[in-house]
Each structure stands twice: as structure tokens, then as C-alpha cells.
């Protein structure tokens, strides 16, 4: 198989899987949630027979001047538990809120949680978290050269790790932009766990097949650099897939399905973002390191010759 014959048809695909969700990111903004924001969130528990409408709580949080309610409910052994995330709820507005949700329709209602997180926190919150990917990039390069040393242009392979880090990250923001236009996802902390998650992943699928080319390059010093890299995608391909389906995906499409609404969109992030990372290990990080291997960028915009007859 000459994988690497169509690397340019993989570049185009994952641009097609990215660009839909960063045109909507630069007309709506990041979908953040109230741990990047600051803001207020309640749970509720209800019996299941007596649990309020889904429109009464929105018109309810309404009612104290706050428009941007995110309801989230789901069932368990009876007891129906609404998550609901706002812009900052005080404590009076919130004891006025529970009482009259015990008045008009619960007097059993549970109060299981009450977080209000405010703007400095949120920001610290965020600035942390682009300071870990920070991190985790020059330390992917720094380890993968040292790890590398002795072999030709070592540094490189670590760049191409990281640009392909940064392939699976696009992806699963794309797909939290896509998911917060159809069905009201946001950017909070399990989906920033998620993102972490996904990068640890996608960096040790890549070193796995890099370590491959690595190990082939002294036996088939005689090929050129392209097909040493491309048998050793070949080789390795089993290996990333099956680990991936086994150990991973196959748990994930199972808590997706049955582990209910709380844990359905991380598991969908976390499902798509690994299938990102062993793709971008296998059809990005590879071919990149292909191009620049070849210096192919100098061919692109090189005026054809036109002989004469």
C-alpha cells in the first residue's frame, strides 16, 4: 500500500473536518461554560413523578433576570437530577429559586450541589490550561529529540508530533463548536480533561510509529526516505488500530450509549478526539515529516518549464 502517495488527499480531509467548526468559532465565539466564564451551577434532585417541566425552570430563572439557563436532566433509580449552568446566581436569588420550586412542585426536592465560580477564577482557570498545552508541546519536542539523537534532523520529528497534536486538538474544538450549535454543548472542565487526555494519547501513538522509522532506518538505508517511512506506517498500522479499538473505543461507544447525559458529551469528545490521534499519527505527523523531508513546499509555487519544440 503507498499510504503515503495520498498524503495530500489527507491533508484536504482533515481540513474539511476542521474549518466547518473554526468558521463557526469566528462567527459565535467559543462555547465557553461558567468554569472559563464564571457563572453559577445547581443540581437538583426530584422525584421523577413531580419533577418541574423543562420550560417552567428556564421561565423560573427568567423570572430573576437570567437568560442564559443550560438545562441538562437525566433519570436515576427513580430521582430525575437537573444540572443547570448560568451566568452568576447570588445565594438569595438561589434559596428563592429552590423554594419556589419546593412550593410549586417538590417539597421533597434535594439540593445536591451549589457552585459559583467568579471571573478570576475562570481566568486563572483557562490561563492554566493553555500554560499545560504550552508545557506539553516543548516537552514532546525536547524528549523526542533527545530520544532521537543519532538519528538525521531529530528535531523534526518532534515538531511533526507536536503540529499533529495541534491537528487533534482543531478537531475536537471543532467538534465542541459543532456540538454547541446542534445540541447545546459547551467548553467546561470535563471537556478541557477530555482535551488533556487526547493530547497524552496523541503523543505516545506518535512516538510509537516513529520509533518505527527509527528502528527500519538502519535495514533499509538503500530506499528512499519516503518508502522507509511508508512500510513502516504499514507495519505499525495493525498495531494502532487494534489498541486503539480494543483497549479504548470500544468502552467509550459503550459509556456514549448507556453512561447517560452527564457523561455522554465527554465521551463522544474523548471518542472522536483518540480516533483523531491514532488517524494523525498514521496520515499527518508521518506525511509532514515526509514533505519536509523533501522539501516538497519548493515544488508548489515553481513556475512550469515550457520547452520548445
Known amino acids: 500500500m503507498n ?21 463557526i468559532i469566528a462567527l459565535f465565539g467559543l462555547p465557553l461554560s461558567i468554569d472559563f466564564l464564571g457563572g453559577s451551577l445547581v443540581e437538583l434532585e426530584f422525584d421523577a413523578q413531580k419533577s418541574p417541566p423543562f420550560i417552567e425552570v428556564q421561565t423560573l430563572y427568567e423570572q430573576i433576570g437570567i437568560n ?9 433509580q427513580g430521582r430525575e437530577i437537573y444540572v443547570i449552568k448560568s451566568s452568576l446566581l447570588d445565594q438569595e436569588n438561589y434559596a428563592s429559586l429552590v423554594s419556589q420550586l419546593k412550593s410549586e412542585f417538590d417539597d421533597s426536592l434535594i439540593e445536591r450541589r451549589y457552585n459559583t465560580v467568579g471571573p478570576s477564577i475562570s481566568e486563572s ?4 490550561a493553555l500554560l499545560a498545552i504550552i508545557i506539553a508541546s516543548l516537552a514532546v519536542i525536547l524528549y523526542i529529540t533527545y530520544a532521537f539523537r543519532g538519528v538525521a534532523h531529530a528535531f523534526r520529528y518532534g515538531i511533526c508530533a507536536v503540529i499533529a497534536m495541534v491537528h487533534d ?27 488533556l487526555t487526547v493530547i497524552g494519547f496523541s503523543t505516545q501513538d506518535k512516538i510509537v510509529v516513529f520509533d518505527r522509522i527509527r528502528e527500519n532506518a538502519p535495514i533499509l538505508r538503500k530506499v528512499s526516505f519516503e518508502k522507509l517511512v511508508n512500510h513502516s506506517i504499514i507495519q505499525s498500522l495493525q498495531r494502532s488500530i487494534n489498541t486503539q479499538l480494543m483497549t479504548v473505543e470500544f468502552l467509550l461507544l459503550a459509556l456514549a450509549l448507556f453512561g447517560g447525559d452527564t457523561l455522554r458529551e465527554m465521551c463522544i469528545i474523548l471518542l472522536v478526539g483518540l480516533l483523531s490521534g491514532t488517524y494523525s499519527s498514521i496520515f499527518i505527523a508521518a506525511p509532514i515529516l515526509v514533505v519536509w523531508e523533501n522539501q516538497e513546499w519548493k515544488t508548489w509555487f515553481r513556475k512550469p518549464q515550457i520547452t520548445n519544440p
Open 3 to 23: 499510504l503515503l502517495g495520498k498524503r495530500y488527499l489527507f491533508f484536504a480531509f482533515s481540513a474539511a473536518l476542521i474549518i466547518p467548526g473554526l468558521v
Open 68 to 76: 442564559d439557563a443550560q438545562i441538562q436532566t437525566s433519570e436515576d
Open 125 to 128: 482557570v483557562t490561563k492554566r
Open 169 to 195: 486538538i482543531l478537531i475536537v474544538i471543532s467538534l465542541g463548536a459543532i456540538g454547541s450549535r446542534l445540541f447545546g454543548w459547551q467548553m467546561d472542565s470535563l471537556y478541557l480533561t477530555a482535551l
